[in-house]
């Protein structure tokens, strides 16, 4: 497969669609395609049709139309054992008859591999992801955080090109999903494999993806690097779904190049970037980040700025969140870092704020 | 930590009391509580179960019966050398005058003659045909009795008679157990009975293969019902369980008489197989058939040789099982053989198989599947040695239970099985009802008992009682 490592296509979804029930589509037209050793991500709500898409390539479910190519062959008539593709599931899936190094050991004897070689094979996993001990223990004496690393390294023992992860820190707590994050994709970047990466998890995504794949009502919404999804959403739904999330609801003015001159639901005006309205007169949602906001800003003279009632402080340590009544919004967030001049703004009191043009998206309504 | 290991002592309550008292009186009365919840179910299983059974077993070695009605004979007898060849003395005749006169006055000696009679056949006539004679013997006066009773039968100067009286005098037997195992008491130990008499431990071998059999084929039948019902949609399994359920609302009685109406001689299966064999598609194809199902038998006949070869040591056992189809498209016989009884008692058991196997199935998660053919596994592979081996707690469950019932099986065995197809609770049913031996009864009821009771103790050590699931 070294002749085609280069491609940019190594997996394609070509006008994919799934239906269920045959009355309502889950998937719908769906067009993707994955590099070699791309680190993808599917992150959507529940229901969104990711989780589906990862089990049309896995083989678990045939696609109602259209193909799916692996390598640039059509996988749909090939069945799931013969795919070679890895895959860790949610809740692991690990086999709890057998012991870990037999679960390890388990696709290497369904190819037929001689024993001296899977037993080292094993071995060489085991310790790779630093659990050479406990080759002899089952599955229930492992820690949830051991059990993932043991799914992981099951995927990846029988050397397969792509890896597909459905939610798979979902059941972990916080602090080791964040460490188990760093090293799926330092395990991934080191074995220079293609990851296919389903979850609801936004920081999960953002963290460990090359591009990921925004999902709701069967399509993708935005794909697009991290930096790219966070900064730039292409609609309101992937403004909202990542990060957190100021909206203002209101008509466009003007649009005069780069700015659109917004009139508010109060009449207050505000100056935004255009990204998918194009004529005056139509209805957006304008989204800023919070920690995009300034507080009294000195933007120049031309600016616009709003007036602004605080409702509420709070301290979170490393950052004041601040929650403000603006344009008719009581949900106006704020985040400001904690320095040592920041002012701490008073509930009650009343404040200007402003942001840079293009900063504030106006998006669909 | 480190407070607690340095104190000595018991550790202490607020109040001073040791923890471990004042915890055992707080949960003193949940204890009581609970405990006269469960006091009706306790006391009736203990009056109506547990205590007869336990005069059951008791039954099966008491013998107070001689040593009651004849206690001066029985004591008399002690000197009685048994190889004598020759029959008692005159004083144990006198004793026996004496004792006979008091258990005529009781109406005694016919019941000990019943009993005597399940050792000697003769005795009970003997000894109603002395009673009515006892009732004019004169104790006072100077008779010989040995003359007198010689008089009366000489059947009472037969030493084998007083060998029996001898060997039964004392107040517990091993007699019934020795009987229940085809062996007889005798005054220097025991022998076993002569091989035209010899059926119960034929019978107990019959029970065992047969109820393994049931089980290995309620096995078979049930795991991919079971498997249906545990990964079916909710609504088609809901109507499969109903299906597996309907057996359990409808008389076991009822549905064994079904069957006997299903398979007897010029029953419904054998008419459709009538019925076939005369149409077209039938005359073409029974030379086939029957070509091919010589060859299996021709086979299966060879297994049951080795089979009987190896199960000799334990008497022949009758596999004919097979015999019956060598001669074609006969009427088969159905009914009142091995073959009856396996398919009724199949049939009726199965639920017992499907419930375990579906309760611990259902908690299989089918990812496991899913992950071993993402693995590389085939759809055998991935059942094989993933699914199969999570179910076996399942088939373990059902296993002993199907196989625990089949054991102490009685109606089916009596309506469908014949003379060839029952089980050794049919033999413990007609001592109990018709030849009224209960003590040969109990003995061989001892003997199932414990053999049930071995059994799960070798399921235990082997499997482990612990991997057996009845769902969770």
Same mark, same amino acid.
């Given at each position: 497969m070294s002749q085609s490592s280069t491609r940019a296509d190594f997996v394609v979804f070509d006008r994919v669609q799934k239906s269920y029930d045959g009355e309502t589509l889950v998937v719908k037209d769906l067009n993707l395609s994955i590099g070699k050793g791309e680190? %993808?991500?599917?992150?959507? /709500?529940?229901?969104?049709?990711?989780?589906?898409?990862?089990?049309?390539?896995?083989? *678990?479910?045939?696609?109602?139309?259209?193909?799916? %190519?692996?390598?640039?062959? /059509?996988?749909?008539?090939?069945?799931?054992?013969?795919?070679?593709?890895?895959?860790? *599931?949610?809740?692991?899936a690990l086999f709890p008859h057998m012991t870990i190094a037999e679960n390890l050991s388990f696709p290497l004897e369904v190819r037929k591999m001689g024993r001296s070689e899977r037993e080292e094979r094993v071995q060489r996993a085991l310790d790779l992801v630093q659990m050479g001990e406990f080759g002899g223990r089952r599955p229930a004496q492992l820690s949830g955080g051991q059990q993932q690393r043991v799914a992981l390294t099951r995927a990846l023992v029988f050397e397969p090109d792509l890896v597909l992860m459905d939610e798979p820190l979902g059941a972990l707590d916080k602090q080791l999903r964040e460490t188990m994050q760093f090293e799926i994709k330092r395990i991934a970047d080191d074995l220079g494999i293609t990851v296919v990466y389903v979850t609801h998890d936004q920081t999960e995504a953002l963290t460990m993806s090359d591009r990921v794949a925004v999902f709701e009502d069967g399509r993708i919404q935005q794909l697009a690097p991290p930096d790219e999804l966070y900064e730039a959403p292409k609609n309101s739904f992937v403004a909202q779904f990542i990060g957190e999330n100021n909206t203002l609801e209101g008509v466009v003015q003007e649009i005069n190049g780069d700015v659109a001159l917004v009139k508010l639901d109060d009449d207050s005006l505000i100056d935004a970037k255009p990204v998918n309205v194009s004529a005056a007169g139509e209805r957006t949602t304008v989204s800023i980040r919070p920690e995009r906001v300034e507080i009294n800003p000195d933007l120049g003279a031309d600016a616009h700025t709003l007036k602004a009632d605080v409702l509420e402080f709070i301290y979170m340590g490393d950052v004041f969140r601040t929650r403000l009544r603006v344009a008719g919004n009581d949900n106006f967030i704020v985040k400001t870092r904690n320095r040592a001049d920041q002012a701490r703004l008073e509930p009650g009191t009343q404040v200007d704020i402003g942001w840079l043009p293009q900063d504030c998206r106006a998006l669909d309504a | 930590m480190a407070d607690q290991t340095a104190q000595a002592g018991p550790v202490l309550a607020a109040d001073g009391t040791p923890?471990?008292?004042?915890?055992?009186?707080?949960?003193?009365?949940?204890?009581?509580?609970?405990?006269?919840?469960i006091a009706p179910l306790l006391i009736f299983v203990l009056v109506t179960f547990i205590a007869p059974i336990a005069d059951m077993l008791f039954r099966s070695v008491e013998n107070q019966i001689v040593s009651e009605t004849l206690p001066r004979t029985t004591a008399a007898l002690a000197d009685w050398d048994t190889s004598s060849g020759t029959a008692p003395d005159e004083p144990v005749f006198r004793a026996l005058a004496e004792d006979f006169q008091i258990a005529v006055a009781n109406k005694d000696h016919t019941k000990l003659g019943s009993r005597l009679n399940y050792e000697k056949t003769g005795i009970s006539s003997l000894f109603r045909k002395t009673g009515r004679k006892a009732k004019k013997f004169d104790l006072a006066a100077d008779t010989?009795?040995?003359?007198?009773?010689?008089?009366?039968?000489?059947?009472?100067?037969?030493?084998?008679?007083?060998?029996?009286?001898?060997?039964?005098?004392?107040?517990?037997?091993?007699?019934?157990?020795?009987?229940?195992?085809?062996?007889?008491?005798?005054?220097?130990?025991?022998?076993?009975?002569?091989?035209?008499?010899?059926?119960?431990?034929?019978?107990?071998?019959?029970?065992?293969?047969?109820?393994?059999?049931?089980?290995?084929?309620?096995?078979?039948?049930?795991?991919?019902?079971?498997?249906?019902?545990?990964?079916?949609?909710?609504?088609?399994?809901?109507?499969?369980?109903?299906?597996?359920?309907?057996?359990?609302?409808?008389?076991?009685?009822?549905?064994?008489?079904?069957?006997?109406?299903?398979?007897?001689?010029?029953?419904?299966?054998?008419?459709?197989?009538?019925?076939?064999?005369?149409?077209?598609v039938g005359k073409m194809l029974d030379p086939v058939i029957t070509f091919l199902l010589n060859i299996a038998i021709g086979l299966l006949n060879g297994l049951l040789w080795v089979w009987n070869l190896l199960s000799g040591a334990?008497?022949?056992?009758?596999?004919?099982?097979?015999?019956?189809?060598?001669?074609?498209?006969?009427?088969?016989?159905?009914?009142?053989?091995?073959?009856?009884?396996?398919?009724?008692?199949?049939?009726?058991?199965?639920?017992?198989?499907?419930?375990?196997?579906?309760?611990?199935?259902?908690?299989?998660?089918?990812?496991?599947?899913?992950?071993?053919?993402?693995?590389?596994?085939?759809?055998?592979?991935?059942?094989?040695?993933?699914?199969?081996?999570?179910?076996?707690?399942?088939?373990?469950?059902?296993?002993?239970?199907?196989?625990?019932?089949?054991?102490?099986?009685?109606?089916?065995?009596?309506?469908?099985?014949?003379?060839?197809?029952?089980?050794?609770?049919?033999?413990?049913?007609?001592?109990?009802?018709?030849?009224?031996?209960?003590?040969?009864?109990?003995?061989?009821?001892?003997?199932?008992?414990?053999?049930?009771?071995?059994?799960?103790?070798?399921?235990?050590?082997?499997?482990?009682?612990?991997?057996?699931?009845?769902?969770?």
């Open positions: 680190f %993808l991500t599917m992150l959507g /709500p529940s229901g969104s049709g990711k989780t589906t898409c990862l089990m049309m390539l896995a083989g *678990f479910e045939t696609a109602t139309h259209g193909d799916i %190519l692996l390598d640039g062959k /059509p996988i749909n008539n090939i069945s799931p054992h013969k795919r070679g593709i890895g895959m860790v *599931f949610q809740n692991y | 923890l471990k008292r004042s915890l055992a009186r707080a949960l003193r009365l949940s204890k009581l509580r609970a405990l006269a919840l010989n009795w040995k003359a007198e009773f010689e008089d009366i039968d000489e059947d009472w100067l037969d030493p084998e008679m007083w060998q029996v009286i001898k060997t039964y005098s004392p107040a517990l037997t091993s007699g019934y157990f020795l009987n229940s195992i085809d062996r007889q008491k005798t005054s220097e130990g025991s022998e076993w009975r002569p091989d035209n008499q010899q059926i119960y431990l034929k019978l107990f071998w019959r029970t065992l293969v047969m109820s393994i059999v049931i089980t290995c084929t309620c096995i078979l039948l049930g795991y991919p019902v079971a498997w249906l019902l545990a990964n079916l949609p909710a609504r088609s399994a809901n109507l499969l369980m109903i299906l597996v359920l309907l057996p359990f609302w409808t008389s076991l009685l009822v549905r064994t008489s079904a069957w006997k109406v299903m398979l007897q001689q010029q029953g419904v299966v054998n008419d459709t197989l009538v019925w076939y064999h005369s149409t077209f334990w008497g022949a056992v009758d596999v004919e099982l097979f015999t019956y189809a060598v001669a074609g498209f006969e009427r088969l016989a159905l009914i009142n053989n091995v073959t009856g009884t396996i398919i009724a008692m199949t049939h009726i058991l199965l639920p017992f198989m499907i419930l375990p196997l579906y309760s611990v199935m259902a908690t299989i998660s089918p990812v496991y599947l899913r992950a071993a053919k993402s693995m590389g596994a085939t759809n055998w592979t991935a059942f094989w040695r993933v699914y199969f081996p999570q179910s076996i707690p399942g088939i373990g469950a059902g296993s002993i239970l199907v196989f625990i019932l089949a054991i102490g099986y009685y109606i089916t065995p009596e309506i469908v099985g014949g003379t060839k197809g029952v089980f050794i609770s049919n033999r413990i049913a007609y001592h109990i009802s018709s030849s009224l031996n209960w003590g040969l009864a109990a003995a061989l009821g001892a003997i199932l008992l414990a053999a049930v009771l071995l059994l799960y103790w070798a399921y235990d050590r082997i499997v482990g009682i612990d991997n057996v699931k009845l769902g969770g």
